[in-house]
């Protein structure tokens, strides 16, 4: 019986691996683990999304918490290591971009373990964002890649990998969202919060570079409270660090209309994000699932790893400018803000499945 491991760390990766499992459930010669890095490990942050998204309890969980790059990082791949070399995987799964993603795949290349990395090559050509080097480690590492969108086999082509190895398989946080998508429909979270359906604005931001210095951050409460809407803001731990650090818990209490939420499990997200006018994000996947729903997704960033949610969906580049914010807000008003194409609603199927089978071929060479 061969063995694999998928490895989730932060929230982001819990979704990933819900249509992995599925899928690999379905394949009784796979013995499959889950190991649980930590770095993710609030309650909000990381066990409710297993219970939502039905996944078994990881079989180890190495409980690393948060911590500077380095640290963090090195925390992973010594409990990593452990794990591999008690299981003894013939393939590791890796998911997404986070330092979980790079840390894992590190230490099972050294151990000649081959590793999967499911959304490979995409690329924001922005090394300031640690994301960016843990995608492009990664890809770099990996035996199977798996690429979400077009842009990824370009990136990859240009940067000379093995393209025998690069799968294009769609986008997996896709997957599980049609997986939920009764579940969602039958939610209306947005009633919890005495909010009016289409008429409010869901708000997510957490990337460093809008949070971590006290500026950026002004600048995005300057977005905010420019917001002619009903606002709701699920708010990342870091944000909330960093609100209280640079004293502007007082500014966010004053903004009219707007409610701080704490971070949303998975369906409860998504039925506000079905239910908004507008996503106000600096988040990755979000650019996707906010297209799914044909919902204007005004993103906190100067780039993206995933332009095919900027061509063919509803994400738009704001970075933190009221005006590009202040015109795109004219043209939801107007009606002319570009609407989302049948591409996206089909590059969430099948991709577990798709994934699952060149593993499964992969391990009985
Ligand atoms: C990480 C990912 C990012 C992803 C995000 C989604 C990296 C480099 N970044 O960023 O790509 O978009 O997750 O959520 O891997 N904290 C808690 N409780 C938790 C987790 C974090 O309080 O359960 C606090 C800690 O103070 C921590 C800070 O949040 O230092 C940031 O967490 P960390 O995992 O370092 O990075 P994220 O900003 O969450």
Same mark, same amino acid.
């Given at each position: 019986m061969k063995k694999i491991i998928s490895v989730v760390g932060a929230r982001p990766n819990f979704m990933k691996i819900a249509p992995l499992e599925r899928e690999l459930?379905?394949?009784?010669e796979i013995e499959k683990f889950i190991v649980h890095t930590g770095q993710h490990y609030d309650k909000d942050m990381s066990d409710v999304f297993f219970e939502q998204l039905g996944?078994?309890?990881?079989? @180890?969980?190495?409980? &690393? !918490?948060?911590?500077?790059h380095g640290a963090m990082t090195g925390r992973i791949m010594i409990g990593f290591e452990k794990a591999c070399l008690e299981i003894k995987p013939d393939l590791v799964i890796v998911v997404g971009d986070v330092n979980s993603t790079i840390a894992a795949s590190l230490v099972a290349r050294k151990l000649f373990i081959p590793v999967a990395h499911v959304e490979?090559?995409?690329?924001?050509?922005?090394?300031?964002?640690p994301e960016e080097l843990n995608r492009r480690l990664t890809d770099c590492l990996s035996n199977l890649l798996f690429v979400s969108e077009p842009s990824g086999m370009l990136n990859l082509e240009r940067e000379g990998a093995?393209?025998? @190895?690069?799968?294009? &398989? !769609?986008d997996i946080m896709l997957e599980t969202l049609q997986m939920f998508l009764p579940v969602i429909n039958g939610a209306t979270a947005w009633k919890k919060f005495g909010l009016e359906v289409d008429e409010y604005c869901l708000i997510t931001i957490h990337r460093p570079s809008n949070v971590d210095t006290r500026e950026a951050l002004s600048e995005v409460l300057d977005i905010i409270e420019a917001t002619p809407f009903p606002k709701i803001f699920p708010i990342h731990p870091r944000t909330i660090k960093k609100i209280e650090e640079f004293g502007f818990t007082e500014r966010i209490a004053a903004i009219p209309d707007f409610i701080q939420a704490p971070p949303q499990p998975y369906t409860n997200f998504l039925s506000l994000l079905q239910g908004c006018k507008l996503i106000i994000s600096d988040s990755g996947s979000v650019q996707g699932e906010a297209s799914f729903f044909d919902k204007p997704c005004l993103v906190c960033?100067?780039?993206?790893?995933?332009?095919f949610y900027q061509e063919y969906g509803t994400s738009k580049l704001i970075g933190r400018s009221l005006s590009l914010f202040e015109k795109a807000v004219g043209e939801i008003q107007a009606g002319s803000y570009p609407r989302s194409t049948n591409e996206v609603r089909e590059i969430g199927s099948h991709v577990g499945r798709r994934v699952v089978d060149v593993i499964a071929a992969f391990l009985n060479q």
């Open positions: 459930k379905r394949r009784p996944l078994p309890k990881p079989e @180890r969980s190495l409980g &690393v !918490g948060s911590g500077g490979s090559g995409l690329r924001s050509f922005d090394e300031t964002m093995d393209m025998g @190895r690069v799968h294009l &398989v !769609g960033r100067e780039n993206t790893e995933r332009p």
